[in-house]
């Protein structure tokens, strides 16, 4: 028997509005059943939609030699390796992708955990505990904040991607501080002023970590993520990446020195205290973090790049409320493959979600506690893949759902509005 008062007290939590939405409404956003997942157009229950829901960023997650890496792995060492990595869970694939990504990245050690999730909250309560600071940009991923409860160092956040509010937050620090910022934010898709981030951190010598989480595999020219960008990977002490998004597989890693690796190695409690990934996930990574490194890497990160910036420029031409492109330390400017249309309210985000929906479009919709509560968005991610065709179909519908001279919020279907 559940206990009635903890029910009561689920269903009557007002920040948990998606929970009225999921439970009173079928045509929501959340837990869609795909039947396949990793093109650019994909099947979703009844239809077919053009997928701008996915972290495929690359499309790797199908290719030919990923598929081949992971079949295998899958072949040689069965489903799972039923254990921890401290006890029978390090497989040869372990080390191998290890020495891949510390390679890849110019750094001493890599350490591949299951999950991205579990990367950070393992990596970051592996660095700080009781007594140090932690200081987070305020838009940092939820696993970020969840690593730093679990290390029970003090939190400190700063405003997004302010660096005068981090400074001053580092000026009235003391003891051990380590500064944690995503290199490319999952829902604004934008990056990290990362070149002047270090810059402060090394005034006040504080450690930073940084989550390139999106920014891997796609970003800088080894593609190693947004660090590259602004020239300053040597000024990181520990670079996490996942392998679950541009790399087209699952899992997450952290890549530093020997000494950070083995502080995390012998004190992430993520890393020690549960399975292994499975072996057909290490084989599909080490196939992208291979393929990285060819000419078909480069050429795929850049058709992500010029479809970005093909479906922002559209969407801005159709007066949609689109993030601005990031700037770059040589003046220039980047889209990134993720394009977050801005929208605000919760009820119009649904309804246009819907919109789309009907439309054959299948776009993420995030709201608080993803984003902030005003902040709600319709967060587009493209693919190498998508073409200039299907970029203009988005265009055009998004153009007409949410453009300048679109029907205001009070036409969304009334069954939406009474399911909030
Ligand atoms: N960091 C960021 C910025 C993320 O967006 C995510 C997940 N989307 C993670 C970490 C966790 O990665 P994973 O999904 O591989 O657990």
């Known amino acids: 028997m559940s206990s009635q008062r903890m029910l009561d007290r689920i269903r009557h939590d007002k920040r948990i509005w998606a929970h009225r939405v999921l439970t009173k409404h079928d045509q929501n956003p959340f837990f869609r059943v795909m039947k396949s997942v990793n093109a650019p157009v994909v099947d979703v ?37 039923t254990g921890s990595r401290l006890l029978n869970g390090t497989i040869s694939l372990h080390t191998e992708l290890e020495e891949a990504l510390a390679d890849w990245h110019g ?53 997004h991607n302010r660096v005068d509010l981090l400074e001053e ?83 997450g890693f952290v890549a530093g020195s020997k000494d950070i690796v083995d502080a995390m190695r012998v004190h992430a409690r993520t890393f020690l205290f549960t399975t292994a990934g499975v072996p057909a996930a290490l084989g599909a990574a080490l196939a992208s973090v291979q393929l990285m490194q060819t000419e078909e890497g480069a050429e795929r990160a850049t058709r992500t790049l010029a479809n970005a910036r093909y479906l922002h420029d559209g969407l801005v031409a159709a007066g949609v409320d689109v ?45 608080f506690p993803a984003v902030a509560r005003d902040g709600a968005l319709l967060r587009l991610c493209v693919q190498p893949d998508h073409t200039t065709t299907q970029l203009d179909y988005v265009v055009e519908k998004m153009g007409l759902f949410l453009g300048e001279n679109s029907p205001t919020p009070d036409s969304a279907p009334a069954e939406v509005g009474a399911a909030l």
């Open 169 to 251: 937050k580092l000026s009235r620090s003391t003891g051990v501080v380590m500064v944690v910022v995503d290199g490319l934010y999952s829902m604004h898709g934008d990056l990290a002023p990362l070149d002047e981030i270090a810059a402060v951190c090394e005034k006040y010598d504080a450690a930073l970590f940084v989550d390139e989480a999106h920014s891997v595999a796609v970003m800088g020219a080894k593609r190693t993520g947004a660090a590259e960008l602004f020239g300053i990977e040597d000024d990181i002490d520990a670079r996490m990446g996942c392998l679950s998004k541009g790399l087209g597989s699952s899992g």
């Open 45 to 81: 229950e009844d239809r077919s939609v053009i997928m701008l829901g996915s972290n495929n960023y690359l499309g790797l997650a199908d290719h030919p030699l990923v598929r081949a890496g992971a079949a295998a792995a899958l072949d040689k060492y069965g489903a799972t390796v």
């Open 107 to 159: 750094t001493e050690q890599a350490l591949v955990f299951t999950t991205g999730y579990q990367a950070n909250l393992g990596g970051i309560s592996a660095l700080c505990g009781v007594g140090d600071t932690i200081i987070v940009d305020s838009a940092a991923h939820a696993s970020i904040y969840d690593a730093c409860r679990l290390s029970r160092a003090t939190i400190r956040a700063f405003r």
């Open 323 to 367: 993030h601005a492109p990031s700037p770059l330390p040589d003046g220039t400017d980047m889209v990134s493959p993720i394009v977050p249309v801005n929208v605000r309210d919760d009820l119009r985000t649904v309804n246009t979600w819907r919109k789309l929906w009907d439309a054959g479009i299948f776009a993420s919709a995030a709201m």
